[in-house]
């Protein structure tokens, strides 16, 4: 137990210490625009309709002294940070909405997308790679591997054009975006209550499981595109372990006692080789984060990506492009935190080198 409060201890502060670097990093680099651009990101939501480019200019003068926009480096940063920890991100223009309430707004939507996906390629790794690793050079094992490596060599955008021209085109069975047109007039009416912001949870809640239905044939190829290349890596790893450990004296040892074979792969085997296989999980499992935004913008999910299309795609919003860096840095760091602790909590190893 002490081992475990310690690494949520240690996770926490290097949370910190990493959002300070990067935060630092960032505003270092907005600071070299001049003073007049980066006031921008204080603007007020609603500017008066008949301004004056004389008030206009009065107002970004106020803006600038106020928030010490001609100040050191360090006090500028103090001064926003201090504002970005309580909640003050700037108005996105773009959203027309603060821009951390349409980053909150928006992560249900890629947080069900990216759970699902976690769900789907850890345990399927686990269990292609053990059941290749045991079976190595055998049919299985050589059918692994080739879905493996055709897994790994397609990229996803491509995968998202062929699962949609078969299962959407053709077939008709799965289509983009998040919902349907009925479900989609039925969520945003009084009738239907978003208490999670999961779909797939609150069809459930509200009594309605042809939400969540129509939400899950929905997520089926987004998740699918963005667990597949995670799940051959995973795959590979957790079979490369099976079969090192094989061949250890132990497993041979077991054997001679006459130990089923399930028993040795299941409960032995695998218990050594999990500590690797979970540390690939927790890589998979964050540069999965990078690659969500993608699929986002493929199967019009309109998640956190949504927001920096849009701060890029049409009027430049600076606030909206910043806020959505920060976030993601914030959550993938969370995430990490999250899954090293579930590693020291599984692996007996992990919790010895603690």
């Known amino acids: 137990m002490r081992i475990v409060i310690r690494t949520i201890l240690v996770r926490t502060i290097s949370i910190i210490v990493t959002l300070f670097i990067v935060t630092a990093l960032l505003y270092a680099t907005v600071m070299l625009t001049p003073a007049e651009?980066?006031?921008?990101?204080?603007?007020?939501?609603?500017?008066?309709?008949?301004?004056?480019?004389?008030?206009?200019?009065?107002?970004?003068?106020?803006?600038?002294?106020?928030?010490?926009?001609?100040?050191?480096?360090?006090?500028?940063?103090?001064?926003?940070?201090?504002?970005?920890?309580?909640g003050e991100w700037g108005y996105s223009p773009t959203q027309q909405k603060d821009v951390l309430t349409a980053l909150l707004e928006?992560?249900?939507?890629?947080?069900?997308?990216?759970?699902?996906?976690?769900?789907?390629?850890?345990?399927?790794?686990?269990?292609?790679?053990?059941?290749?690793?045991?079976?190595?050079?055998?049919?299985?094992?050589?059918?692994?591997?080739?879905?493996?490596y055709i897994a790994t060599t397609l990229p996803s955008f491509i995968l998202a054009l062929l699962l949609m021209a078969f299962f959407y085109v053709d077939l008709y069975w799965f289509a983009p975006a998040r919902t349907s047109t009925t479900v989609t007039l039925?969520?945003?009416?009084?009738?239907?209550?978003?208490?999670?912001?999961?779909?797939?949870?609150?069809?459930?809640?509200?009594?309605?499981?042809?939400?969540?239905?129509?939400?899950?044939?929905?997520?089926?190829?987004?998740?699918?595109?963005?667990?597949?290349?995670?799940?051959?890596?995973?795959?590979?790893?957790?079979?490369?372990?099976?079969?090192?450990?094989?061949?250890?004296?132990?497993?041979?040892?077991?054997?001679?006692?006459?130990?089923?074979?399930?028993?040795?792969?299941?409960?032995?085997?695998?218990?050594?080789?999990?500590?690797?296989?979970?540390?690939?999980?927790?890589?998979?499992?964050?540069?999965?984060?990078t690659g969500v935004f993608v699929v986002e913008i493929l199967y019009e999910f309109h998640g956190i990506s949504d927001i920096a299309v849009k701060s890029m795609t049409y009027t430049p919003d600076a606030p909206a492009a910043l806020g959505f860096a920060i976030y993601s840095v914030v959550i993938v760091l969370v995430l990490m935190a999250i899954l090293d602790l579930v590693q020291t909590i599984l692996d007996p190893r992990a919790r010895e080198r603690g």
Do not use: C
């Open 106 to 148: 928006k992560t249900p939507v890629t947080a069900e997308l990216t759970i699902y996906s976690i769900l789907l390629f850890i345990p399927l790794g686990l269990i292609s790679g053990v059941f290749a690793g045991a079976r190595k050079n055998k049919l299985a094992d050589h059918g692994f591997r080739l879905t493996a």
């Open 186 to 289: 039925l969520i945003n009416s009084d009738q239907f209550r978003q208490i999670t912001g999961l779909l797939t949870i609150d069809g459930l809640l509200n009594g309605r499981p042809d939400v969540t239905v129509d939400a899950f044939r929905h997520l089926a190829m987004p998740v699918f595109t963005l667990a597949i290349v995670h799940w051959a890596t995973l795959g590979r790893v957790t079979r490369a372990e099976m079969i090192e450990e094989m061949n250890q004296e132990y497993v041979i040892a077991a054997r001679a006692r006459g130990i089923p074979e399930g028993r040795i792969t299941w409960r032995h085997t695998l218990r050594n080789a999990i500590a690797p296989a979970m540390t690939s999980s927790l890589l998979s499992a964050t540069a999965l984060l």
């Open 37 to 86: 651009t980066r006031a921008t990101l204080y603007l007020p939501k609603r500017l008066p309709s008949r301004m004056t480019e004389q008030q206009y200019q009065k107002l970004i003068d106020n803006i600038i002294e106020r928030y010490h926009l001609n100040d050191p480096y360090p006090l500028q940063y103090a001064y926003w940070l201090g504002n970005l920890v309580k």
